[in-house]
């Protein structure tokens, strides 16, 4: 029993040997495969962001040659793109760039400028992608994330957009794998001017065509790309537009509004208003002046005149009120008499709660003239310089001066401090009553309050005696060089770019 139990007993010792040997062979065996496996993983994706980083260069080297031929400045270019793995083709029909004129006239009406697709020259490797689009090169990883590698023929700069839409079409060979070059032409008919052509009415109009500057609505440039993202973080980078992106529609939109009316201007009638667009957050208003006339129909011309032109914002009140109290008007000879024209500058906002009021009065008397009517007579004008040098003006409180703001429930600052913008350091910063400052010092500063967009008024309130101004007989100017929110000059064309891979 004894013999038995000891052969069964080495039996099993035997097995467990076997077994034991088994399992470290498998344990060793399992462990090399995972080291296998994890380095050539490591490997496949060293190679294969090494291969991405090789097609970016490629790609933005292919970037440099192809805005020559886009631009016209070769003919045609070729170029070796090098040896990776992955795929590089042309895509004629994707993504589109469309730039529209929104509410051109004012009333709610949309003119579509250029709207084409942009295609691409497209390398792949997996999920991820590094594409020649629209004149940028953009680059895609595998989680879908786009961003900027190389920046799009898209130039922003003081008021005017230059975009030359740069769309690339197949050639014969639309699809390589392997080693590859490429070479770009521009086809006989690869070159529009779509904006400005004065030959090209907007839609529904006989009269306004695509002509520069802009005025009216806002121009969007939105583009429809898988690298939107990217596109989108460029339009943030260079304009002061509003971006906006769409993610279901992969879509990245940039909206500049146009510029307001600048040179000579009607007065316009109360009721409507004169539009200020980008106004720069300094002094940068150079001219800002009326001519106002008197009606014909009223024999008092300018006496008791009672006239001004004012802003309503909500927050911010301001008003250049202008009155007569004497005998403002021409005898039969153009004679006129020389009574005083007040002129008062107001300003008003909420601080702390409380609305506070600041107020200007003129110390130099403006001067009427007398135009000559077409029966010989003669009216009364009024030429009032908003941005001349030689109008000094008091602080005080001119409440009682106002037309717009009449009734204003304000409180006045006893005194203020000005120094909200750079130009402001030429003032005296602090005024009490009695101090000096001005017009044109003033006015530039407070447009620069108002801006960047406001909506200037007038009122002209007659009464009894009180005087009647003809708005359309009266003119204005008005000149300022708009901040970077704002599209005065617009330059389109559609470049095409033919492209052959071998």
């Known amino acids: 029993m004894i013999l038995g139990s000891s052969g069964r007993g080495g039996t099993g010792r035997g097995q467990s040997s076997v077994i034991g040997v088994v399992l470290i062979v498998a344990i060793t065996a399992l462990g090399t495969t995972g080291v296998v496996v994890l380095g050539t993983t490591l490997l496949d994706d060293s190679g294969r962001e090494a291969d991405l980083d090789r097609a970016e260069q490629a790609m933005t080297q292919f970037d440099s040659r192809a805005s020559q031929v886009a631009l016209g400045d070769s003919a045609t270019q070729r170029l070796d793109l090098g040896r990776f793995d992955g795929g590089v083709e042309v895509r004629?029909?994707?993504?589109?760039?469309?730039?529209?004129?929104?509410?051109?006239?004012?009333?709610?009406?949309?003119?579509?400028?250029?709207?084409?697709?942009?295609?691409?020259?497209?390398?792949?490797?997996?999920?991820?992608?590094?594409?020649?689009?629209?004149?940028?090169?953009?680059?895609?990883?595998?989680?879908?994330?786009?961003?900027?590698?190389?920046?799009?023929?898209?130039?922003?700069?003081?008021?005017?957009m230059t975009l030359p839409a740069v769309r690339v079409t197949a050639a014969d060979s639309a699809s390589v794998t392997g080693a590859r070059s490429v070479r770009v032409t521009r086809p006989d008919d690869g070159f529009e001017r779509v904006f400005p052509d004065s030959t090209r009415p907007y839609d529904g109009s006989e009269t306004r065509h695509f002509e520069n500057p802009l005025e009216e609505g806002h121009v969007t440039v939105t583009v429809q790309s898988e690298y939107y993202e990217g596109w989108a973080e460029y339009?943030?980078?260079?304009?002061?537009?509003?971006?906006?992106?769409?993610?279901?529609?992969?879509?990245?939109?940039?909206?500049?509004?146009?510029?307001?009316?600048?040179g000579e201007f009607g007065v316009p009638e109360e009721g409507s208003d004169f539009e200020i667009r980008g106004m720069p957050d300094d002094h940068n208003l150079t001219d800002f002046d009326f001519t106002i006339q008197s009606r014909d129909d009223q024999n008092s011309q300018f006496s008791n005149l009672k006239w001004s032109t004012y802003v309503d914002s909500g927050d911010e009140h301001f008003e250049v009120a202008v009155r007569n109290k004497g005998n403002l008007k021409c005898d039969k000879n153009g004679d006129i008499d020389d009574d005083p024209v007040t002129v008062?500058?107001?300003?008003?906002?909420?601080?702390?709660?409380?609305?506070?009021?600041?107020?200007?009065?003129?110390?130099?008397?403006?001067?009427?003239?007398?135009?000559?009517?077409?029966?010989?007579?003669?009216?009364?004008?009024?030429?009032?310089?908003?941005?001349?040098?030689?109008?000094?003006?008091?602080?005080?409180?001119?409440?009682?001066?106002?037309?717009?703001?009449?009734?204003?429930?304000?409180?006045?600052?006893?005194?203020?401090?000005?120094?909200?913008?750079?130009?402001?350091?030429?003032?005296?910063?602090?005024?009490?009553?009695?101090?000096?400052?001005?017009?044109?010092?003033?006015?530039?500063?407070?447009?620069?309050?108002?801006?960047?967009?406001?909506?200037?008024?007038?009122?002209?309130?007659?009464?009894?005696?009180?005087?009647?101004?003809?708005?359309?007989?009266?003119?204005?100017?008005?000149?300022y060089e708009a901040d970077d929110s704002v599209i005065t000059y617009l330059h389109v064309t559609d470049n095409e770019v033919r492209v052959d891979l071998n």
């Open 92 to 160: 004629e029909d994707t993504g589109r760039m469309t730039v529209t004129h929104v509410d051109y006239d004012g009333e709610g009406t949309d003119q579509v400028l250029h709207d084409e697709p942009m295609g691409a020259l497209v390398y792949r490797n997996g999920d991820a992608r590094v594409a020649y689009e629209g004149g940028g090169v953009w680059r895609k990883d595998d989680a879908g994330a786009a961003r900027l590698v190389s920046p799009p023929e898209f130039h922003y700069r003081g008021g005017t």
């Open 235 to 262: 339009f943030r980078d260079r304009t002061d537009g509003e971006v906006t992106t769409d993610d279901e529609a992969r879509t990245a939109t940039v909206e500049l509004v146009t510029l307001g009316e600048q």
């Open 344 to 479: 008062s500058v107001y300003y008003s906002t909420y601080e702390d709660g409380e609305r506070v009021a600041h107020g200007w009065r003129n110390d130099e008397d403006f001067t009427a003239t007398c135009a000559e009517t077409d029966d010989g007579g003669y009216i009364a004008a009024l030429p009032l310089d908003f941005t001349g040098t030689d109008t000094e003006m008091t602080y005080a409180d001119v409440s009682g001066d106002l037309n717009a703001f009449e009734h204003e429930d304000a409180t006045f600052a006893d005194s203020l401090t000005i120094d909200e913008h750079d130009a402001d350091v030429d003032a005296d910063a602090e005024y009490t009553l009695g101090d000096t400052e001005s017009l044109e010092f003033l006015t530039k500063h407070y447009f620069a309050e108002l801006g960047p967009d406001f909506e200037l008024r007038v009122t002209d309130q007659q009464s009894g005696k009180a005087a009647g101004v003809s708005e359309r007989d009266s003119d204005g100017f008005i000149e």
